[in-house]
């Protein structure tokens, strides 16, 4: 049967190594004691609660180095974070707060910052990572981590890179830590269930924030506020919100599927948004294992967030609220509700935890497979064609983030992708 790939740890002594090899020196940090200071990109609502979440749940950490579209933004967020329960941690100067599109050049290079928090919209993720593998920098980096093909590559490398260099790296795939998922999984993968024969998922919400445009904006820093219903910041719902369902499928399966077959539209959408609002997808690990995947995000409809994985001995129930673990001749084997610590602090307390231990934790690798899966349906869906993994991993040339991009730079023109018509590429 299909297993989970482990977390890449890397040693203790790999990590001292690549440190003194490395281009850009690494702080060494003493079990349990050494500060550790803290830069984000992105102070968004996530953007604010990753920065609580990590500073509230660590001895020892403080926030040094905040930066996002503009000054504004980041003098707000500072004051904000500062009436918090971990006020006292914020200790942003002036002249660290950054405002524009290289904000996050100016964050990552500060030479007090030695963990950085990824939280813009998801399109710039990939090479927001990629400057701080680069810059020597530990990270911490929001769901998804890719919004196309192109994005995987870039995240699978600065992975590697970081592996070399000795850095940690957590994803926010909060679920991998939540303990009703863990236990679940766990079963499945010791064969409780028998070999993993399909099931379905489902995240299915109501609408989403939109946000109008304000007077004397041009195109493009309508699209950076207004992010979620454009493609190349977002990846659509399916890559933005539902990669919670899909790395849990994908962790539950012991790795991406085969192919993707789906279709999906848009009914609800404000007129200039281009993301669909709901989608379905076939996913398919050969030899007959086949997985039925449905999302939406339409106000006034029934909402579910559900995983079923059935296998040739059992099913298994794998849910945010608890999971429900069975035999096909009704033993029970699991049932738990969601309790223990908060999977939103574990995330930060493990990355802490492992940069101070030297047991470092990269991810890299294991949410860019889960983030590609989710655009593998995407792409199924807009094309109305059969999307192979081995096509959009190695072969597509899809890259929607430009390549460059400043504050003189054209908007991507939106459109709604028809399937049938729009191309794979």
């Not at 990939?126 to 593998?133: K, N, Q, R, T």
């Not at 085969?258 to 669909?276: H, L, M």
Request: glycine share 10%; hydrophobic share 40%.
């Amino acid at each position: 049967m299909p297993t989970r790939r482990d977390f890449v740890i890397a040693s203790a002594a790999t990590a001292a190594t690549a440190a003194a090899t490395s281009a850009i020196p690494l702080r060494a940090f003493v079990a349990g004691s050494d500060e550790i200071r803290v830069g984000v990109v992105g102070v968004g609502g996530r953007g604010k609660g990753a920065c609580v979440n990590c500073l509230s749940h660590s001895e020892g950490v403080r926030l040094v180095a905040i930066g996002d579209l503009t000054n504004e933004i980041a003098s707000n967020a500072r004051e904000q974070l500062q009436q918090t329960e971990v006020g006292a941690q914020v200790q942003v100067a002036d002249d660290a707060l950054f405002g524009g599109l290289d904000a996050y050049k100016k964050v990552i290079n500060h030479p007090d910052v030695d963990l950085v928090i990824l939280t813009t919209s998801p399109g710039f993720r990939p090479m927001h990572l990629a400057e701080a593998v680069r810059a020597g920098k530990h990270v911490f980096m929001e769901k998804p981590v890719c919004v196309d093909p192109a994005g995987y590559r870039s995240v699978v490398e600065s992975g590697e890179i970081a592996k070399q260099k000795g850095l940690a790296i957590v994803a926010g795939t909060m679920f991998r830590r939540q303990e009703s998922y863990m236990e679940a999984i766990r079963l499945i993968h010791e064969g409780a269930i028998g070999t993993p024969v399909g099931g379905s998922a489902r995240y299915c919400a109501n609408g989403i924030w939109y946000r109008a445009r304000k007077e004397g904006m041009t195109d493009l820093e309508y699209q950076l506020m207004n992010w979620y219903h454009f493609v190349w910041l977002s990846g659509d719902q399916v890559v933005e919100q539902a990669v919670h369902n899909i790395d849990a499928v994908v962790w539950a399966m012991g790795g991406p599927p085969r192919s993707a077959f789906g279709s999906g539209g848009q009914f609800t959408r404000p007129k200039d948004s281009e993301v669909y609002d709901s989608l379905s997808v076939d996913f398919s690990w050969g030899d007959g294992i086949e997985l039925s995947f449905k999302c939406r995000q339409i106000p006034g409809a029934k909402s579910t967030i559900s995983n079923t994985i059935v296998g040739t001995k059992g099913i298994a129930f794998v849910n945010p609220g608890g999971s429900r673990v069975a035999t096909h001749d009704g033993k029970v084997l699991l049932e738990i509700t969601h309790k223990g610590p908060y999977p939103y602090a574990l995330e930060h307390s493990h990355l802490i935890e492992s940069i101070r231990s030297g047991t470092l934790i990269n991810e890299a690798r294991q949410v860019a497979e889960s983030s590609l899966t989710a655009v593998m349906a995407r792409m199924a869906a807009y094309t109305g064609q059969q999307v192979d993994w081995d096509f959009v991993a190695n072969e597509s040339s899809l890259q929607l983030m430009p390549d460059t991009l400043d504050a003189t730079s054209p908007a991507p023109t939106p459109f709604v992708r028809i399937p049938g018509r729009h191309k794979l590429v």
